[in-house]
């Protein structure tokens, strides 16, 4: 079985710096564009099914997948990113002057810190593994296409490679990147991770957004 995790375009909190969680924010113009360019991308290669978080940002992204390969589109909560509790909605600085404490404490104890309101990476990368192991399981000699968020494939990385929890920051995680993973005799394993060669000029603030204003930008319906 073939998963291809692929995280959502650029939002508008993306650039504010703003944790996001379980809140939403809209994808920008630009966002839109790596999302046409990664669905065109998924386009090119045999797609059975795509699966997505409920939450704008990934769900805007997979339809326009979804609608490139002319698959069906399923929507999984489980894909959801990290609940961050009473830090969402706030940049750094407001999370350090609103809740000290708690900032201080999610930076030192790491990955089992479970936040007010919120959860623990530990929380998120349990239910990474349990929901991406059960649609594997679901499609067998398949390949799907699974659309989530950037600390939930961080996470499901680490725990592919082998790796202690909080070491994938060395690698990085663009937006519309296009990850594969392998899952064979209840084993996964890493083909390919943080694959950008799709988004091109795409991925230049400037010359997407030159591309939205001259109309070569993709066509997305509503």
């Known amino acids: ?19 996001i969680g379980h809140l939403d924010s809209p994808l920008t ?11 065109r ?15 704008g940002r990934a769900l805007r992204t997979a339809e326009i997948i979804a609608a490139a390969c002319g698959v069906a589109l399923h929507v999984d909560q489980g894909l959801r990113e990290r609940n961050m509790g009473i830090f969402q909605g706030l940049t750094l600085k407001e999370m350090r002057d609103r809740y000290p404490q708690e900032r201080a404490a999610y930076e030192q104890i790491g990955f089992e810190y479970v936040i007010p309101e919120g959860e623990s990476a530990r929380q998120r990368l349990e239910r990474s593994v ?19 968020h950037g600390g939930f494939l961080m996470g499901f990385f680490e725990y592919v490679l082998g790796m202690n929890p909080a070491n994938g920051w060395r690698f990085q995680r663009h937006h519309a990147s296009f990850n594969a993973f392998e899952y064979v005799d209840r084993r996964w394993s890493l083909e390919t991770w943080n694959d950008v060669g799709h988004l091109g000029s795409f991925d230049d603030p400037m010359l997407a957004q030159m591309q939205v204003e001259s109309g070569r930008g993709p066509t997305v319906a509503g």
């Open 1 to 19: 079985m073939k998963l291809f995790a692929v995280r959502h375009g650029e939002t508008e909190w993306n650039l504010d710096g703003r944790e």
């Open 29 to 39: 113009a630009r966002g839109l564009l790596q999302a046409g360019a990664l669905a």
């Open 130 to 148: 349990r929901v991406l192991t059960e649609i594997a399981e679901q499609h067998a000699a398949e390949r799907i296409v699974a659309v989530t």
């Open 41 to 55: 991308r998924l386009s090119n290669l045999r797609v059975d099914a795509v699966y997505s978080s409920d939450l």
